[in-house]
């Protein structure tokens, strides 16, 4: 499908170029986390800073490899860039795509080759930036002398997305943005885009109002169903969290595709070791809670069911006692959606008598 080039209005353009990639090309979704496929970010990014209508198909992605390369020819350190962008790229999460042959701006009749970043990384565990930047090289500049001394910043371009495909799901939220030289101007970073826009589903909790003693089981159900045409395997991870405002005394964190429950750092935001099934004789424990994987499960009507439910069989020890908690869910899925923490209800914890 060809992007329109009638330039009725800038908005029109971006539009255009994201509904023909996504109904043109589906099976991206199943590629990356983010539900925009980089060529489409790379065209918004395109119209955004540089004005340029990016023809569908005429780019390519290209290896962390190339984009070194790609680097080096243009002069730009990697320190120049912004320092998640860095992280991204040592730690293997960036996507990099190049389109040949861009006008340059500043010398009329000249082109060009500009290349898109876009972080992959795990939005609900890894606080993911999730964000786009585009890199030109320094000739599209002009002559600045900061050029010359290596001096640059972000230039922010908004956020892009938040748009329905055509199997019904909600495509995330990218933030764009590109590098300028600062000219001696005090740099900002560009605001993050920490989580999407759009919902991997909706969740519900066995009580709201869950009330247990010292060391009784607690048996608790989370579910969590997910909107069409999904269903619950294509969620990648859903989180149980038990807190008040001074402690949270249980983190569980269910990982779809190993079926295993975990422990999370508080401190971290990651699991503190490999997980384990439900059903294993193993128990999760903190100084305050207790999960019996021995009694957990969990359930669903089939593989295609939109529903997944978590029974989890729980405890409490005498530390946790006399408090009111929240119970607190999350998730994300493979599609790059992600819910932070919300409360789904409270939890009060009665002392031994």
């Not at 439900?278 to 593989?303: D, F, I, K, M, W």
């Not at 069989?313 to 006399?322: I, Q």
């Amino acid at each position: 499908m060809k992007t329109p080039r009638n330039k009725l209005s800038h908005i029109l353009v971006n539009l255009a170029l994201l509904l023909g990639l996504l109904w043109s090309a589906p099976q991206a979704k199943a590629q990356t986390r983010d539900g925009l496929p980089i060529e489409t970010v790379a065209a918004i990014s395109l119209q955004t800073f540089l004005k340029f209508d990016y023809k569908i198909g005429s780019g390519r992605s290209i290896s962390v490899n190339d984009l070194k390369t790609y680097l080096a020819k243009i002069n730009l350190s990697l320190s120049s860039l912004p320092e998640d962008i860095v992280d991204g790229i040592k730690t293997g999460t960036i996507e990099a795509f190049m389109v040949r042959g861009v006008p340059n701006p500043s010398l009329p009749g000249t082109f060009g080759d500009v290349v898109q970043l876009r972080d992959r990384c795990n939005l609900l565990l890894k606080g993911c930036t999730h964000r786009g930047l585009l890199i030109q090289p320094p000739t599209f500049f002009g002559n600045s002398e900061s050029i010359k001394q290596g001096c640059w910043c972000e230039r922010c371009g908004g956020c892009q997305g938040g748009f329905i495909d055509r199997d019904g799901a909600c495509q995330p939220i990218t933030c764009i943005c590109t590098m300028i030289p600062c000219d001696g101007a005090l740099c900002k970073g560009c605001a993050r885009c920490a989580f999407s826009s759009c919902s991997p589903g909706t969740f519900a909790v066995s009580s709201t109002e869950a009330t247990v003693g010292v060391h009784d089981r607690l048996a608790y159900s989370l579910s969590w169903t997910v909107p069409d045409p999904r269903n619950w395997h294509d969620l990648e991870f859903l989180s149980l969290r038990i807190r008040d405002t001074d402690n949270t005394i249980l983190w569980v964190l269910f990982e779809e595709a190993s079926g295993t429950f975990s422990l999370v750092d508080t401190a971290t935001g990651h699991p503190v070791e490999a997980g384990f099934p439900a059903g294993s004789p193993n128990r999760l424990q903190t100084p305050h809670a207790t999960l019996y994987l021995a009694e957990t499960s969990v359930l669903a009507s089939g593989p295609t069911s939109p529903t997944v439910i978590l029974n989890l069989s729980l405890s409490f020890k005498p530390s946790a006692a006399a408090r009111i908690y929240s119970v607190e869910v999350a998730a994300s899925d493979e599609f790059g959606d992600a819910v932070d923490f919300t409360q789904a209800g409270t939890l009060t914890i009665t002392p031994l008598k």
